[in-house]
């Protein structure tokens, strides 16, 4: 028991591999045949309607009464009227005729009824009725009919044939388009384009799918059935066909003829003849044994016959009776003692019919586990695609993307899978660039701090130390305010990258007069002003309030204003403009874009800064740079008093 669980749990950690061809060879045979068998038989089903057609457009011909009357009149006697010449006659036509079976019955001129004899075998006469071609020989004493009926046996070879190359056709052709289908999935794409439309989308769910694909397959199980029960003939008369029958009929009553020729068949001698018959036709549904014995002076018509039945001089040995018999034999047997007739009748349906039905039932119930076999694989597969995908992920190879596709809840499985390891790779590509932005960041702004401070200890140590005029110290003390200049302004940059890059955190707001930030933007204006720069603006303010960090909106506003004197075209004018609108405060910013040579390099890092502080307060930002305009609109919520 240890060793079949270690088997099963290698074979488990193993996993099914579903992209082997060899998998499904065996569905895939059981399949074809199926269909192959199906198609024949149900071919082989219209071969006496093909036999119609051919006949009557003259590709297939019969022998013609004309022919047959011409070999039968020159050798036909009277003496075959009478039934102790039967079985010579019988040798006769079977020698002229040997392509067709046939009836023999005599009429006895005076007589209403006569006895009837028939051709050892009585094989396709049913089906070939309408072939029959009826010969009347009149002779002085009564009339002898002959019927013969073609047994179209080399037709139902040749149409045997053409039945199996038929199924190998309709198979090879399946064949093609699975392979086609599995190298091109024409026909699964569509599916899925059909599957996924709206209308649809109720049907995806998996439940609903193994419902339709249950229903689908058992009326398909439940038609295919009815099909092959309703067809159970054809297969069984395709056996007798083949004269499977036909030859064991004949070596039975042989092998009976063997065992009677020594028997008296007399009324006494019954019960023997009736055990070498039981013995010898153990299965067969329906035979009779008549003996009449020979009397050259009488016509055997029914009131002699009825006489011979009173003295019990004739009399018939009843095996067994079915009603119906599908197959009839007839045997003359030769015999001294008189006319000795075995009738052998059988119904082979009745042997077959159990044994089909079981066939049938197996045959098409097959099919419901087939397609439910195929539906639940379909699915392992689905998931066994997502499993491997998942794994890929998981060793790092996070540029992997989910292959499977579909609509049910697998589908959208993979599918959020799928935006899920999209939006971690981006936020892990970003990361990245953030990192490497962080460092060269800090290692510029190292670099940066120390020339100024280095710099500004300096000037410290020379203005301390070195004596000198007050006009040069007061040089030295306006560079020392530069380096401090040039300090502070490299420290707002790293406040603003850390600002932007770092986890956004909760900020601490208060409620306070919208004036304290206007008063500000006033300042930062006049400044601009006062450096030459043309600045329109308008800032309304009726006594509102903001609930802010106004140190961090400040910032934000050193950023616009450092952005516009840098970028901004002094010789147009700058429009600054601040409305209320509704519960919202709009500030409005536009300048024109400098066009000459002197580009200063931007990093768009206190723009993001700016959004990011904005965002804090819960408001919008919309900057919009076009070919020569830049615009910022900022949208800050206002406090209401209620």
Excluded at 8 to 32: A, C, H, P, Q, S
Excluded at 117 to 135: L, S, V
Excluded at 149 to 171: G, W
Excluded at 507 to 530: G, K, W
């Amino acid at each position: 028991m240890q060793r079949i669980r270690n088997i099963l749990r290698r074979y488990g950690e193993r996993g099914i591999d579903l992209n082997k061809k060899k998998n499904g060879w065996f569905l895939k045979t059981y399949v074809l045949l199926t269909v192959a068998a199906i198609t024949f038989f149900t071919v082989y089903a219209f071969r006496y309607d093909v036999l119609d057609f051919l006949y009557k457009k003259g590709y297939v011909e019969f022998e013609t009464k004309e022919s047959m009357e011409k070999k039968l009149k020159p050798v036909i006697e009277e003496k075959y009227i009478y039934p102790e010449n039967i079985n010579e006659l019988t040798r006769l036509l079977n020698n002229l005729f040997p392509d067709n079976d046939f009836h023999i019955w005599s009429d006895i001129y005076g007589k209403k009824v006569s006895i009837h004899a028939y051709e050892t075998g009585y094989d396709y006469i049913e089906e070939t009725e309408h072939y029959r071609e009826m010969i009347k020989i009149a002779f002085d004493k009564g009339y002898l009919y002959i019927q013969l009926h073609p047994k179209i046996t080399d037709y139902l070879n040749a149409y045997r044939l053409f039945c199996l190359f038929y199924a190998f056709i309709i198979s090879f052709i399946m064949i093609m388009i699975y392979r086609y289908e599995e190298k091109h999935s024409k026909i699964k794409k569509a599916l899925f384009h059909l599957w996924g439309r709206p209308k649809l989308r109720c049907l995806h769910k998996l439940s609903i799918e193994l419902f339709l694909v249950c229903t689908g397959t058992i009326i398909l199980v439940s038609s295919m059935f009815v099909f092959l029960f309703i067809g159970r003939e054809v297969p069984i008369a395709f056996m007798r066909e083949l004269q499977l029958y036909e030859h064991a009929m004949d070596e039975q009553a042989a092998l009976i003829q063997q065992k009677l020729r020594n028997v008296d068949l007399n009324k006494g001698n019954k019960t023997v003849i009736e055990k070498i018959l039981k013995n010898n036709l153990p299965d067969t549904t329906y035979s009779d044994l008549e003996f009449i014995p020979y009397n050259k002076d009488k016509v055997y018509d029914y009131e002699y016959l009825n006489q011979m039945y009173e003295n019990n001089d004739l009399y018939n040995l009843n095996l067994t009776y079915a009603s119906t018999a599908d197959i009839k034999y007839n045997y003359i047997l030769d015999n001294d003692q008189g006319f000795v007739q075995l009738r052998i009748s059988d119904y082979p349906y009745l042997n077959y019919t159990f044994p089909y039905l079981i066939v049938s039932v197996i045959l098409s119930f097959s099919y419901l586990l087939i397609f439910l076999q195929i539906f639940i694989k379909n699915k392992i597969k689905a998931i066994q695609i997502i499993q491997k995908d998942t794994s890929i992920l998981a060793s790092g190879d996070w540029n992997h993307s989910f292959q499977y596709h579909g609509s049910d809840e697998i589908g959208q499985l993979s599918d959020e899978l799928r935006s899920m390891q999209k939006s971690f790779y981006d936020n892990m590509q970003n990361e990245g660039i953030a990192r490497k932005a962080n460092q060269e960041l800090i290692t510029t702004l190292s670099h940066d701090l120390r020339t100024p401070l280095t710099s500004l200890l300096g000037y410290l140590e020379l203005i301390r130390y070195r004596e000198g005029s007050m006009e040069m110290k007061r040089e030295y003390l306006d560079r020392s305010l530069l380096k401090v200049e040039q300090i502070r302004s490299l420290s707002d940059k790293m406040f603003e990258y850390f600002l932007v890059f770092e986890k956004e955190e909760s900020m601490n707001l208060e409620v306070q007069p919208l004036s304290n930030l206007l008063n500000y933007i006033r300042e930062n204006i006049e400044f601009m002003q006062q450096d030459d720069m043309k600045i329109t603006y308008t800032l309304e303010d009726e006594h509102y309030q903001i609930a802010c960090n106004i140190e961090m909106l400040q910032r934000a506003m050193d950023n616009l204003f450092s952005n516009m004197h840098k970028y901004a075209d002094h010789s147009a004018s700058a429009i600054v403009h601040g409305i209320c609108e509704g519960n919202q405060y709009k500030i409005y910013m536009s300048n024109q874009i400098r066009r000459d040579d002197e580009k200063v390099e931007s990093n768009r890092i206190g723009l993001k800064s700016v959004e990011k502080i904005i965002m804090m307060h819960n408001g919008t930002v919309n900057i919009d740079m076009k070919e020569n305009t830049f615009t910022v609109e900022l949208k800050l919520p206002l406090v209401i008093a209620e």
